[in-house]
């Protein structure tokens, strides 16, 4: 799937977390587009070396860690832009939850058959 087209979708499932999550807030829709920019830059960049450092405790907790690194990767990009704020963990927790939800399921629903 190209870039823009999956900046879109995250777009779409962080707009999702922002209507479903108390706490989630955005201002604009071009605060909403850079957002998903920055977080896919953040999930690119950041996540990975996150997730590397945190493989003993994402093994003892039997993989469910990692949705506190994918809080992380949510609260980090709020941390960047003042027209997207997350506030407080639970916030980020459960917006991250729903944007992976969101993501997968938009990522389905358009990508081509057999890819």
């Not at 999550?21 to 829709?29: A, F, I, N, Q, T």
């Not at 690119?44 to 907790?61: D, E, K, W």
């Not at 609260?75 to 939850?97: C, D, K, Q, Y």
């Amino acid at each position: 799937m190209g870039f823009l087209a999956q900046t879109l979708i995250t777009a779409f499932a962080l707009w999702a977390a922002t209507e479903i999550v108390p706490g989630m807030e955005v201002r604009s829709l071009g605060w909403l587009l850079l957002a998903a920019l920055v977080f896919g830059l953040v999930n690119a960049f950041v996540r990975p070396v996150l997730v590397l450092l945190s493989l003993p405790l994402t093994i003892l907790t039997l993989g469910l860690f990692l949705l506190v690194v994918n809080a992380a990767m949510l609260g980090l990009t709020s941390w960047f832009l003042p027209g997207f704020s997350v506030h407080g963990f639970w916030a980020a927790f459960w917006g991250a939850i729903v944007v992976s939800i969101m993501s997968w399921a938009a990522t389905r629903l358009f990508a081509p058959p057999g890819g």
